[in-house]
């Protein structure tokens, strides 16, 4: 396995929670997933992204972070569903912002079938 700068960050970020002894379990499978998806697992990616919503469901990162492993999976329809969830339920959210113009590239793509 090799590891990447941004590999050792999310294990770093996951040693300093666990460091600190407040331990936010959604943002610990967020930081896991995270790391998951860096290294090419998408089922397990996506098992911790699930998770971390069910323990907050308000976790937004956590939820694009999911829109985006589907799109990278070619699950275009789920990742365009939840891109529209966060920016119905989070509209001034950094990340509804951030994807919507992703969203209306979605939308014209399906359309076009392209």
Known sequence: ???????ARRLFRLAEM???G???????LLETGNLEASLGRS???????????????AL??????LAM?????????????????????APESEEARELSPLIRQLEKNLQTGG
């Not at 396995?1 to 590999?7: G, H, I, L, N, S």
């Not at 098992?47 to 469901?57: G, K, S, T, V």
């Open 22 to 28: 407040t331990i936010d379990q959604a943002l610990c």
């Open 69 to 89: 492993l589907f799109l990278s999976m070619r699950r275009e329809k789920e990742s365009l569903e939840l891109m529209k969830k966060i920016s119905i339920e």
């Open 18 to 20: 666990l460091g600190e």
């Open 43 to 57: 089922a397990k990616a996506e098992e911790c992204y699930r998770r971390a919503l069910a323990q907050d469901p």
């Open 1 to 7: 396995m090799t590891r990447t700068p941004a590999m």
């Open 60 to 65: 937004t990162v956590a939820a694009r972070n």
